[in-house]
């Protein structure tokens, strides 16, 4: 499975290509490269960064680009089009560019397959100075992002065996901007991004692996509320626990500048702390130190990494944004202690009875030796919740929720502006069909930290219950960009919400990535086969529907939709008739 996740993704390619390269060269081979030279320097690479993309590769006369986010894709092509149109002196410089959503094969740092060889069609279809693109990334942007594009019809091209309907938008057929106006760089995207990786155990002892761990997530979880950091989260950065991996790999894998890498080795009541900032592009330090305290220090010492990391990269920190640092929850260190044994169990990928009910007893000691923890009280919240899904302890689903519910609201009175209190109450919220109360807990929680992935998700997540399926979209991809190795799970929702705004082809794309990265997926399946039935698919739905019967032959699709509190009855109906038109219903 990992390795096959390291070796093919879904991913929205840009290709692009320079107008007469060969013409512009043959006159003038100087000024051309040096028109180029400046294009790259001040359009395209900088409106590659700022949209969160990778170049792949650059040729003479071209480049191919990967993004995450097929908006980001869009974005940033239009974008490098209509600055260029609006430049008084481009060097005779002028682009085709062509944008697919597709699957691609990773080989060191290229990319191949599919995906990328219909993007290079789509790019030689482009008008000079234009963005050409597929059915598919046309439905997936719709009209959300107020790019308006114009229906090219079917063509077939060389060495794709099926045709294409593609779209085209270029600058002079779209609404002007006023002169001098600048694009602004997206709010929640500043100019470092950062990957926390997980600090080694240098103890000796296995059993203090829980203390390494905890120290980085409480430096994840610090440095998160510094506004001028994007932060990858922790099920991203701890997917190289244990792994000897170039850290120039990690930055492109993740899209982050810097990597903070290092150790902890406790012995008694003495802690060693050693740490390292690294700039992905080249493998240089940035920033080291290393710290020898007394356990007692542990919090002292956690504040100062993330201060001297701020301190390096020369981010500006308001006087809000260092309290938030410095408010650690609890003076307790054995309280502390407890909390992040428990945490190290809500993201443990195995999760099973016995798990839970060790986490919940580590929960239940940490606030019994702080009865003011509020993190601790949010976190066995969630881990009630949990038990609420899985029935871990054995009691009723309706006693669970209660649990969840009486510990939540002990932790919003203890601290209602911390982050993990008011995730914990938009999660249980959401599950008992308050959304209205869900999404102003996010907004206290985001407040603090507006790179938590966890949030943006189960934003998206209310947000497809109640409807406003765009607005789903857009912070689902955010979750994707801020912990992308969570794609698997993110990917479920992110084609629910194409799927209820009618994009049956979008929506089948990411649930077939579903289906692969999640090998066991049932409500996965249903979905597909549901977006396949639209899209008249009807012999692969079937296939896809048997397939679920046979991972789980109780699977019941109404009590599956029942959950989900959808609160437009057509929405419902909708994943019904594209199972009716494959004539699946009365099978389930």
């Given amino acids: 499975m990992d390795n096959e996740r390291v070796s093919r993704r879904l991913s929205a390619i840009l290709a692009a290509d320079i107008v007469g390269y060969s013409r512009l060269m043959a006159e003038d081979e100087s000024a051309t490269l040096n028109a180029l030279n400046r294009h790259r320097r001040e359009v395209f690479d900088p409106c590659v960064s700022r ?142 991004a950062i990957a926390v990786l997980p600090l ?18 409480d430096i994840i979880t610090d440095l998160s509320k510094v506004s001028g950091l994007t932060v990858i989260a922790r099920n991203s950065s701890f997917a190289y626990k244990g792994r000897s991996i170039d850290l120039r790999v990690v930055g492109r894998e993740l899209g982050v500048t810097h990597v903070l890498e290092g150790s902890v080795r406790r012995a008694g009541q003495r802690v060693r702390i050693t740490a390292q900032l690294i700039d992905t592009k080249d493998g240089s330090h940035v920033w080291a130190d290393r710290y020898d305290r007394d356990l007692t220090d542990i919090f002292a010492v956690q504040d100062e990494v993330t201060l001297e990391i701020v301190k390096a990269l020369k981010v500006s920190l308001s006087s809000r944004e260092r309290a938030n640092i410095a408010d650690v929850g609890t003076s307790n260190i054995e309280a502390h202690e407890d909390y992040m044994r428990m945490r190290g169990f809500l993201f443990f990928p195995g999760m099973n009875a016995e798990g839970w009910r060790k986490a919940v007893a580590y929960g239940e000691r940490a606030i019994a030796r702080d009865p003011g923890y509020a993190d601790a009280y949010g976190m066995l919240a969630l881990m009630h919740l949990l038990d609420y ?28 502006d911390n982050i993990w209190p008011n995730n914990a109450y938009a999660a249980i919220s959401r599950w008992q069909g308050k959304l209205d109360e869900a999404l102003p807990a996010l907004d206290r929680a985001m407040a603090k930290s507006a790179d938590y992935a966890m949030g943006w998700f189960t934003r998206g997540e209310i947000e497809i219950a109640q409807g406003k399926l765009d607005d789903a979209i857009e912070h ?27 994009s049956f082809e979008t929506a089948a794309l990411f649930l077939k990535e579903r289906v692969f ?72």
């Fill in 200 to 217: 080694d155990n240098m103890s000796g002892d296995p059993e203090q692996e829980y203390f390494s761990d905890g120290i980085s997530e």
């Fill in 517 to 588: 990265l999640v090998k066991d997926t049932d409500i996965g399946r249903a979905w597909l086969a549901s977006a396949l039935g639209h899209l008249g698919e009807v012999e692969e739905a079937r296939q896809v529907w048997q397939e679920m019967l046979e991972i789980n032959p109780a699977f019941d699709i109404r009590t599956r939709l029942a959950r989900l509190t959808l609160t437009d009855p057509a929405h419902e109906r909708l994943i019904l008739q594209g199972l009716e038109k494959a004539g699946l219903l009365a099978d389930s």
């Fill in 51 to 192: 949209h969160n993309g990778r170049i792949v590769k650059l040729m003479g006369d071209g480049a191919l680009v990967e993004f995450l986010s097929v908006s980001n894709a869009v974005q940033c092509a239009t974008e490098i089009q209509r600055t260029m149109a609006d430049m008084d002196d481009a060097g005779g410089i002028s682009l085709r560019i062509g944008v697919n959503l597709g699957d691609v094969i990773l080989q060191d740092d290229d990319i191949f397959g599919d995906g990328v060889n219909v993007a290079s069609r789509l790019e030689q279809l482009a008008q000079p100075g234009g963005v050409c693109v597929s059915s598919v990334v046309q439905e997936s942007v719709g009209g959300r992002l107020g790019i308006t594009f114009q229906d090219g019809g079917q063509v077939s091209v060389k060495n794709i065996d099926r045709a294409l309907r593609v779209y085209h938008w270029h600058p002079q057929d779209a609404p002007p901007l006023p002169r001098g106006t600048v694009i602004p760089e997206k709010p929640h995207e500043p100019g470092y």
């Fill in 476 to 502: 689902l991809e955010r979750a994707i960009r801020l912990d992308p190795s969570f794609r698997h799970q993110f990917m479920q929702f992110l084609a629910m919400a194409h799927f209820l705004k009618g």
């Fill in 389 to 416: 899904h899985n029935h871990w302890s054995g009691a009723p689903s309706e006693e669970a929720m209660q649990k969840a519910d009486t510990l939540v609201r002990r932790s919003l009175e203890l601290g209602p």
